[in-house]
């Protein structure tokens, strides 16, 4: 680089924009938008795995654990790829690309498409998220006083994308289809990769940024950066496996995690004993930030599925959709961010600032009050529903918990790492967040009222059968479901459904789906579920799908058809009806029952087919399914509070023993504030 270049990269980098490199402005607005893809996504995730793909809670948290550990453990890759062969730009440019070519193919609507746009998303992140983060250390020379403050303009940037994610997309998706919401972010991540390339000379001259000579090298007709990128193409497959077969990922993360410490550790000690001391305080942090996050991501999990179901969220009229209630924590990182930056600088000047290890205790112990919150609404609760404040105060405690520990932890990152292996411990710190989220999605399975594909279903606490013997006694009546079959328009639409338009989608059977891949791809378990997103538009040929399994009822019970007409006129076969029926049967649009609750009803309706006329002996649909769901509520509501309360014991006890041991933790961190 000539003399002149060199200057005016200088002078490039002296340019501020309120105190702070202009860069880092730059890599505000394109994490922002990144974030917007990212939790666009993940706040929409577990219920599009419940409402429109139908899981049971139990195997839909497992999958959204799976998801977002290996979001956050592909940055090691990312990361070591970067500082090896990639460097810094090129390897979030290509991340850009496949996360929003991996929301676009979340358009696709069912499993498999969900599986592979994962793959691609979970492989863009791991190479976005790291480079990004390192770059903001980079813009800083050591010992620059700004770099703490501008780590947490950086972070208001993820949660001003994570706010936006959690507002408009939620709205998006649970208004207009899930699809939508999906495509939205995919758009957003457009606009961050824009941002990035089109802002790039603000950044210019940032150590790391070209590709390494090493990535230069040839393997064959290709260089080694080529080779990486169409690696990473086939790594998606992978992805799509390990979400699937999820159970294997815990010993994957245990090996992960022993080898990345290993190598800090080694490292660090080549580079003498305080290095050293240094990267053995970040393996026992990402230690504690295992425990935090694992309780904390339970937002986008079981803490989103109560609030569907436990937590009454209207407000003057308008009932809030259940993924925006994730809103809290970013709009309140946003109140409280620049809050708690002026109040770190201002303890500093008086000699007062925590250290790290009690910032990560104060923060351990907010997390748990705001879970033990979840006791005083369950007092306060009517009809088994909480009011909204126990979220409102929940997400505030866990908010400046958050506060406490997440913009230092990537500052710590950086201030504990020897400079060569910078990438690489701030993928070792990414990994954390894997374990942790893929142990969330453990916990929030624990929650899960209905079990899924769960094998130990009766220990779910919820098994269908039983309790909807419970709700109804020996009778039910499907009298009124076959009239208002056959006769919708006399029917008042209002008394039987939440479908305005259930005689236009009622004079609307058409071919346009594919019902028998449909009910291969829907598992029938035990279920309940609120089916309100049925109603999006893109869920349109799936209720065209319902309305012919009740006309393939009718016939049935009827006994006019045989089996082969039955299949010519409504394209079901009578051998499948049981299941598909026992899965989609539903009492106002609300509740989902699974096959066995369905065959208990079947029998009852048979046994007292000449009573079925007797007022005295009747037993209606929807008075069993008010009652029905009183019992779930119940049970739910329970489980929930109870393992909410016991997350909050246990981190509160956890929090006083890293206080304990914050002393010898600031020794092996040799001076690092």
């Known amino acids: 680089m000539s003399t002149e270049s060199t200057n005016n990269v200088v002078s490039k980098q002296e340019r501020t924009i309120l105190g702070h490199p202009e860069g880092l402005f730059v890599l505000f607005f394109s994490e922002m938008w990144e974030r917007f893809c990212y939790y666009g996504m993940r706040v929409l995730l577990i219920l599009f795995l419940t409402k429109s793909l139908m899981k049971g809670d139990h195997e839909a948290s497992l999958i959204y654990g799976a998801y977002c550990a290996l979001v956050y453990a592909a940055p090691v890759l990312g990361g070591r790829m970067a500082d090896m062969f990639l460097g810094y730009r090129y390897a979030i440019m290509l991340g850009a690309v496949l996360m929003s070519i991996g929301e676009f193919l979340l358009l696709g609507g069912n499993d498999q498409f969900l599986l592979i746009g994962m793959g691609a998303i979970i492989i863009g992140n791991g190479y976005f998220k790291a480079n990004i983060s390192t770059i903001v250390g980079k813009l800083y020379k050591d010992g620059d006083e700004r770099r703490d403050s501008g780590f947490t303009i950086f972070y208001i940037g993820i949660n001003i994308g994570a706010l936006m994610a959690t507002t408009v997309v939620a709205y998006?998706?649970?208004?207009?289809?899930?699809?939508?919401?999906?495509?939205?972010?995919?758009?957003?991540?457009?606009?961050?990769?824009?941002?990035?390339?089109?802002?790039?000379?603000?950044?210019?001259?940032?150590?790391?940024?070209?590709?390494?000579?090493?990535?230069?090298?040839?393997?064959?007709?290709?260089?080694?950066?080529?080779?990486?990128?169409?690696?990473?193409?086939?790594?998606?497959?992978?992805?799509?496996?390990?979400?699937?077969?999820?159970?294997?990922?815990?010993?994957?993360?245990?090996?992960?995690?022993?080898?990345?410490?290993?190598?800090?550790?080694?490292?660090?000690?080549?580079?003498?004993?305080?290095?050293r001391d240094r990267m053995i305080a970040l393996v026992i942090f990402m230690l504690i930030n295992i425990v935090f996050w694992a309780c904390f991501e339970q937002a986008g999990t079981s803490l989103t599925l109560f609030a569907d179901r436990n937590v009454a969220r209207e407000i003057l009229g308008w009932t809030m959709p259940a993924s925006m209630t994730q809103f809290f924590n970013p709009f309140f990182i946003i109140v409280f961010g620049s809050i708690f930056s002026m109040m770190w600088v201002k303890l500093s000047k008086i000699g007062k600032n925590p250290s790290i290890p009690m910032k990560f205790a104060f923060g351990i112990l907010q997390l748990g009050l705001g879970f033990l919150v979840t006791m005083i609404g369950f007092q306060l609760q009517t009809e088994f529903m909480v009011p909204l404040l126990t979220l409102v105060f929940l997400y505030l405690l866990h908010t400046t918990g958050e506060l406490f520990i997440s913009p230092i932890g990537l500052l710590m990152v950086t201030k504990l790492s020897p400079k060569n292996i910078a990438g690489t411990a701030m993928g070792g710190w990414f990994l954390s967040f894997a374990i942790a989220n893929f142990l969330g999605g453990q916990i929030a399975a624990l929650t899960g009222a209905e079990g899924g594909s769960h094998e130990n279903k009766e220990e779910s606490g919820l098994t269908m059968k039983t309790t909807v013997k419970e709700a109804i006694g020996n009778d039910a009546n499907f009298e009124d479901w076959i009239t208002l079959h056959n006769q919708p328009k006399n029917i008042t639409l209002q008394k039987y459904y939440d479908l305005k338009d259930w005689v236009e989608f009622r004079d609307h059977f058409d071919n346009n789906y594919n019902l028998n891949e449909w009910l291969n791809n829907r598992s029938i378990d035990y279920k309940y579920s609120d089916v309100n997103e049925w109603l999006n538009k893109d869920d349109f040929n799936q209720l065209n799908s319902k309305l012919k399994a009740l006309e393939a009822i009718q016939l049935l019970h009827d006994g006019k058809k045989s089996n082969k007409e039955i299949i010519e006129k409504t394209g079901i076969n009578p051998k499948k009806l049981w299941n598909l029926w026992g899965d989609m049967l539903q009492k106002e649009g609300k509740v989902y029952i699974s096959f066995d609750a369905w065959m208990y009803f079947r029998n009852g309706f048979y046994d007292s087919k000449e009573q079925i006329k007797s007022e005295q002996n009747k037993v209606s649909l929807k008075d069993a399914f008010a009652k029905h769901k009183s019992v779930v509520n119940e049970k739910g509501l329970n489980k929930y509070v109870d393992i909410f309360s016991v997350i909050g014991f246990v981190l509160i006890g956890f929090s006083i023993l890293i206080a304990l041991l914050s002393k010898p933790l600031n020794k092996l961190m040799h001076g690092v504030e």
């Open 172 to 275: 998006v998706g649970e208004t207009y289809g899930f699809k939508w919401g999906f495509g939205l972010a995919g758009v957003g991540m457009l606009l961050g990769l824009l941002i990035f390339w089109a802002g790039r000379k603000k950044y210019e001259g940032t150590p790391g940024l070209d590709i390494r000579e090493a990535g230069k090298e040839k393997i064959g007709p290709l260089t080694k950066v080529q080779a990486i990128t169409i690696g990473s193409l086939a790594l998606i497959p992978l992805c799509y496996i390990l979400i699937n077969q999820n159970d294997i990922l815990q010993y994957i993360f245990l090996g992960l995690f022993l080898i990345v410490s290993y190598q800090l550790i080694s490292a660090g000690s080549k580079e003498g004993k305080t290095w």
